[in-house]
């Protein structure tokens, strides 16, 4: 199972070419998953360097490394280092320049072998531009959920983010097994009150026992309480609260990923909702800060101006 997951890992998600090089960034959490990159990769005879990043220590911090300067060498780059770079300059730099970009943090042998892996992603790029399409043409979200959810805002442009899971075109950012589609959350008309029910992508919780809850006033918190409340507002605490807004909306696409705990199963997870603050400069927004955390909403109800596009975590069109 292993090799043929490798094999659609690079092949299918990837989109790899003949000749194509690969760069893997890698931390010390994935010094052994490594190995079973680099043996696959000599097996195939693909070129690739595998290069070490010590400094990321949150999701959204540019990595630092002065062989950096070289990546750009590379028609591919992965990622294996355990917090997501994606929105990051250095990420939003290579897809500027149509370098495919993996980003798999918290990856591991598990994820490489969960059942989300078999989804079909090519065959789910059709749901995830219709759904992107909705998205993109509206100009008013409306959020709710069963346990409390009500959540507003008005979006300001056209920006769609379609991530089906595979580098279907160079400049996209592809993280198998989470299909997905995203849009930034832009200005500060945001409001209402989120109930995160599902997870929250960092060590400190993941899957979540209880509801936490999330009041927005104006686009800015206004009250954080709940289970483990006190845990999160230190964690935004560290990067000025004041200055971390909601940022992303995100809709999973995966229809055989089920939230369990992991970032990048749980975020593709089929119907989920996932809020985003934090940074989102990288992904066609306003907000400029070296942090983003997702936050992970179970059997949402979403309407796109007059469109039910979610009802109750189903998806409603495609």
């Known amino acids: 199972m292993i090799e043929d997951n490798l094999n659609k890992l690079f092949f299918e998600c990837c989109n790899h070419k003949k000749n194509e090089k690969i760069c893997i960034l890698y931390d010390d959490s994935t010094k052994k998953l490594i190995k079973y990159f680099c043996k696959f990769l000599e097996k195939k005879n693909i ?168 009041k927005i006033s104006k686009g800015k918190i206004d009250k954080i309480y709940g289970f483990r409340s006190n845990k999160l507002k230190n964690i935004f605490s560290k990067y000025n609260i004041n200055k971390i807004k909601p940022a992303e909306l995100g809709i999973g696409l995966n229809p055989l990923a089920k939230i369990c705990g992991n970032m990048l199963i749980d975020e593709g997870s089929l119907g989920s909702i996932h809020i985003g603050f934090g940074s989102n400069s990288t992904i066609g927004g306003d907000k400029k800060i070296p942090f983003h955390l997702d936050h992970i909403i179970k059997k949402p109800t979403l309407y796109c101006d007059n469109i039910l596009l979610i009802e109750d975590g189903k998806i409603k069109v495609g």
């Open 47 to 214: 070129t690739y360097i595998t290069l070490l990043i010590r400094n990321v220590k949150v999701h959204g911090q540019e990595p630092n490394s002065i062989e950096l300067n070289d990546v750009i060498k590379y028609e591919i780059v992965i990622s294996i280092i355990k917090y997501s770079i994606a929105h990051t300059k250095f990420r939003e730099y290579l897809s500027s320049n149509n370098v495919k970009f993996l980003s798999l943090p918290y990856f591991s042998i598990n994820v490489l072998k969960n059942k989300a892996f078999k989804a079909n992603f090519k065959q789910e790029t059709k749901k995830a531009k219709i759904v992107g399409k909705v998205l993109s043409n509206c100009s008013n979200i409306s959020l709710f959920s069963k346990k409390g959810t009500n959540f507003f805002f008005t979006k300001k442009y056209k920006t769609v983010n379609i991530c089906p899971g595979w580098a279907y075109k160079k400049n996209i950012i592809s993280s198998p097994p989470d299909i997905e589609v995203n849009i930034p959350i832009i200005g500060n008309n945001s409001h209402g009150l989120l109930v995160i029910d599902g997870s929250i992508t960092c060590d400190e919780f993941g899957k979540l026992k209880k509801p936490i809850f999330i």
